[in-house]
């Protein structure tokens, strides 16, 4: 063997053997990547007339910028589907959600448009073991709707406003969706005795299961309130942050509504922990509010965790 500076030096067959060994030996383990915690599932629930195909662009937003989170667009109640009562259609809602939320122990978000954001607050009423961290409240009529639309000439070509009381308030009105939320300010005592659900979520009348279903409610992280001036449909647009016309048809402020004072069904207990995000934008059609890209990234998004 050869030395240098009185060390042996290894044979060039040793050299060989021991590379041979090199490559025969199994690689070190691979040091895992650091571990990100996976996004919660997400519940998008449709509005009158709509179906899930409506929230195609919604649904590609939250992929690109939540890769990897399970979202489910119930495709229930769609169509003229959507004009059933609503508390039939919470039933068929909750039994929908029942699995996701237990498949799911860190909680969800629900995305909820229009009408069906009146349809999710009453399951987060009714649900005694609810896990949403999220609720947000897509352009909702959350205190009512009073206005005279496309949606209402189509379904009552001989009624304005003013008088589509004498319907909705009669047991036959009450068989339509769009009724359970009809919201007189000029009869509020007609609206009051006769609402089978709004005047029930909103805790404005007498029932056995208030107490608990504000307990239900309460269990929500947190309220995000979306809606604005230019949207066309919503009637005041108020309405989708809990605010409503008085008997003079001006707009009072969810901290100046009965139901947020007496805090009926918990608003009031929300706000006070810093748990109602609202997210007022202008420009924004009704139809467009879950197409709309600006404004996923600056009302929806931040709230997916």
């Known amino acids: 063997m050869l030395r240098l500076r009185g060390h042996r030096l290894p044979s060039p067959w040793v050299l060989l053997l021991w590379s041979l060994l090199l490559l025969l030996l199994p690689p070190p383990p691979a040091v895992p990547a650091p571990h990100r915690a996976s996004y919660k599932p997400v519940i998008v629930v449709h509005g009158l007339f709509d179906s899930s195909y409506s929230f195609r662009h919604l649904l590609e937003y939250i992929n690109e910028t939540h890769p990897g ?29 029942v699995p996701i939320m237990a498949k799911a122990p860190q909680g969800v978000h629900l995305i909820c448009y229009s009408q069906g954001g009146l349809v999710c607050r009453a399951l987060l009423s009714v ?5 949403v961290d999220s609720f947000i409240s897509l352009s909702s009529p959350q205190m009512g709707q009073y206005g005279d639309t496309d949606y209402l000439k189509w379904l009552f070509p001989t009624s304005m ?14 068989e339509f969706s769009i009724c359970n939320y009809w919201h007189d300010p000029h009869h509020d005592d007609l609206y009051l005795n006769a609402s089978s659900f709004l005047a029930l979520i909103n805790g404005e009348r007498d029932h056995p299961n208030a107490t608990a279903w504000r307990k239900n409610f309460l269990r929500v992280g947190r309220l995000v309130l979306i809606g604005g001036p230019d949207d066309g449909v919503i009637t005041p647009w108020q309405s989708s942050f809990f605010g409503f016309y008085d008997a003079n048809e001006t707009v009072l402020e969810m901290e100046e509504q ?8 918990g608003l009031k207990t929300l706000l006070a922990r810093g748990a109602i995000k609202s997210c007022p934008m202008s420009g924004i059609a009704h139809t467009a509010w879950h197409s709309n890209r600006t404004l996923y990234e600056t009302c929806i998004e931040p709230w997916l965790s």
């Open 161 to 174: 406003r003013s008088n589509l009381y004498r319907i909705c308030y009669s047991p036959w009105g009450q």
């Open 258 to 265: 009965p139901v947020y004072l007496r805090d009926s069904f």
């Open 127 to 131: 649900m005694d073991e609810h896990n």
């Open 69 to 97: 989170t399970v979202v489910t667009v119930l495709d229930l109640f769609d169509g003229r589907e959507s004009l059933r009562p609503l508390w039939e259609q919470v039933q068929g809602f909750r039994e929908a959600v």
